[in-house]
């Protein structure tokens, strides 16, 4: 097993974004989440992630309670094990390509020959070889998300986490793009949960999830 969510409550105010949320992800499996516009995904995969917080209910990753965690060990516990890709890239404009992908390496304290040759390794992995030297602003929409792929799975983080990470491409690339994604997870053996809009991302996904405010099934 590698996350348990049961009964997961989330509110702003009075207001319920969702209840009762229950689910399992196995190590290496492929789960898709879909739902309205509005109905939650983003917020519950930031709670898979430890990046937000909940009312009711738990996140356990690999048996670790990410709710009894303080936030430094959160942050430690999220650098360590959860890649994640978000819709619009996030990648840093300032930092090149290599330097981009070696960031959570970087938080980790993994500098040095092995680093970067699995930077180059991911590079090479996610079909942008030889361009580790170029700015964020010198590549298209479709490199900057594989870009941001590499750098989700550069420590191979046992959970990755993708929230419509197609969502801003063109068919043709978002085609291209999620093959990578689904390779290189499969590769590292992590486990993927995927937020997505569209039915031909959530078709290849071992399992469909639809979140709904209250719950999911
Ligand atoms: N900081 C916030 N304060 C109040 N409401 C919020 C906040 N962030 C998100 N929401 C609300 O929570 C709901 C879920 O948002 P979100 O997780 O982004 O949905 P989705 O990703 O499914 O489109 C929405 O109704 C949104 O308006
Ligand atoms: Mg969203």
Redesign the pocket.
Known sequence: MSLRITDLGKHYGDVPVFEHVSLEVAKGEFVAIVGESGVG??TLLNCMAGLDHWDAGSVVHDGVDIGALDAEARAIWRRRHVGFVFQAFHVLPHLDVSQNVALPLMLLGERGAAADERVTRMLDAVGLAGLGDRLPQQLSGGQLQRVAIARALVHQPSLLLA??PTGNLDPTTAARVLEVLLAQTREHGAALVL?THSEAAAARADRVLHLSADGVR
Do not use: G, I, P
């Open positions: 995904k983003s929230d419509e937020v």
